[in-house]
């Protein structure tokens, strides 16, 4: 019943696609990670309104499907005059949805550090970023590295949506691969061996890391 | 815009009842698996990790295409429905049996040790005395995978399934009012998603609450 040879020919296609889901979700991981660790920052500012402005949209984010926003973004924004490519708009899109994940995440581990150390940081004059680099962020990584790990897994699960606003990438290849082989099953098992070997991988030396970040707290 | 409030409201009710229906699916079958785990033989151990790693491990689309082209090797064709239900639960499963298994050490061994003690079968005991406390220790991660099976629901408009998402394209393939129906559609599953985020963040906290026992 399984033929491979189908899956043979249609190789090239799916590997161009493997490689561009690779590039996609890394930019928008990096993305995601930099505005979710700037909403975190805005949120502990403990400016008023800009408090008030971040939960709405924490709010409004975590409980709109991908899709939806992926939608939004392709349709909606052309009618405001600004066109973007479905790459763009994937990558965006993927980075808008994660951020307020990471900034949660983040905000869960400086809460596990104590205002203490903040306050001694200070009385003893050491700047901000300071004690950021040295102090604080070494003691968030074996707190932060396992939750970032389930969110990165997350968004390269996710980037196949982007299939569906024609972003060529592995899921979308796939696609082309059965629309030209018209086998469905063979194509969508290897590809899922493709995604379950690369998320399995990330979470591998992701795991690493946090052995190695934890070292000095065992 | 109006006029087609009636098919949007339709659309949520579909929604409504795939998240319902896949969410029940969900919880009969991390149960099932979270039993897999807790098995001495590893004949049955390794079939359910293999079964956790693969539905966490791959995208859910490729799943409900996957379910989708697979149903009518068995006679069950043209049922977008089902193969929606079944792709969101089974994949929602896997979840739910990681946050059972994550709470199953919340019941004090002496409690079981008592429930032994005074002649409660273990069946009895496994239902009377661990699962109640699991599930309540679990609420807020259970309450957590309840949205994101919710906010997933959208895949099934892509094997046609007349949900909430679907019924917004349709309208937009009609109409060209693209705006106004995807906002509609957005506000639909906030109203839907939004209160359920808030009550999780509210169990999140009883349960971390400093010399609460965890059950609100």
């Not at chain 1, 990096?30 to 500012?45: E, K, M, N, Q, T």
């Not at chain 2, 590893?42 to 966490?56: C, D, F, K």
């Not at chain 2, 106004?180 to 009550?199: K, N, Q, R, S, T």
Request: aromatic share 8%; with cysteine; charged share 10%.
């Amino acid at each position: 019943m399984i033929d491979l040879d189908v899956v043979v020919e249609s190789l090239p296609g799916l590997m161009d696609g493997f490689l561009n889901t690779l590039w996609l979700c890394l930019v928008s991981a990096i993305l995601a990670l930099v505005c979710g660790s700037l909403l975190a920052l805005a949120d502990r500012s403990g400016i008023g309104w800009l408090r008030v402005l971040i939960a709405g949209y924490t709010l409004t984010a975590l409980s709109m499907p991908l899709l939806v926003l992926l939608y939004l973004l392709f349709f909606v924004l052309p009618e405001f005059g600004v066109t973007l490519s479905s790459n763009v708009v994937g990558v965006a899109g993927l980075a808008l949805y994660y951020s307020p994940y990471v900034s949660q995440v983040i905000l869960g581990a400086l809460q596990a550090i104590p205002e203490g150390q903040f306050e001694a940081g200070k009385a003893l004059g050491v700047p901000q970023t300071r004690l950021m680099i040295r102090l604080i962020i070494p003691q968030m990584l074996p707190l932060l590295l396992p939750s970032l790990t389930g969110l990165l897994i997350g968004l390269i699960k996710d980037s196949a949506l982007l299939s569906i606003i024609s972003v060529n990438e592995f899921m979308y290849a796939s696609k082309v691969a059965v629309a030209n082989t018209y086998a469905p099953l063979e194509i969508y098992i290897v590809v899922g061996l493709g995604y379950w070997l690369l998320t399995g991988l990330v979470d591998e030396l992701l795991r690493k890391l946090e052995a190695r970040s934890s070292r000095h707290f065992n | 815009m109006l006029s087609n409030l009636p098919v949007l409201l339709d659309g949520l009710l579909v929604t409504l009842q795939l998240t319902v229906m896949a969410t029940l699916l969900s919880w009969a079958g991390g149960l099932l698996i979270l039993l897999s785990q807790l098995s001495a033989f590893r004949t049955i151990r390794i079939p359910g990790r293999i079964y956790i790693s693969l539905m966490r491990g791959t995208p859910s689309l490729l799943q409900l295409f996957l379910i989708f082209f697979s149903l009518p090797l068995v006679g069950l064709e043209g049922m977008p429905m089902l193969a929606a239900v079944l792709a969101l639960g089974l994949n929602s499963a896997a979840y739910v049996a990681e946050i059972l298994r994550a709470n199953y050490r919340v019941v004090d061994p002496g409690q079981v040790e008592a429930a032994m003690a005074i002649g409660l079968s273990p069946l009895r005991t496994w239902l009377r005395i661990r699962l109640p406390q699991m599930i309540t220790a679990s609420r807020p991660a259970l309450i957590n995978e309840f949205t994101i099976l919710l906010k997933t629901t959208p895949l099934a408009s892509v094997v046609a399934v007349p949900e909430l998402t679907y019924s917004g394209q349709l309208i937009t393939a009609r109409t060209f009012e693209a705006t106004e129906v995807l906002l509609f559609v957005a506000a639909g599953y906030f109203v839907l998603a939004a209160p359920i985020i808030l009550l999780g963040r509210k169990l999140q906290k009883s349960v971390q609450s400093p010399g609460g026992k965890g059950v609100s």
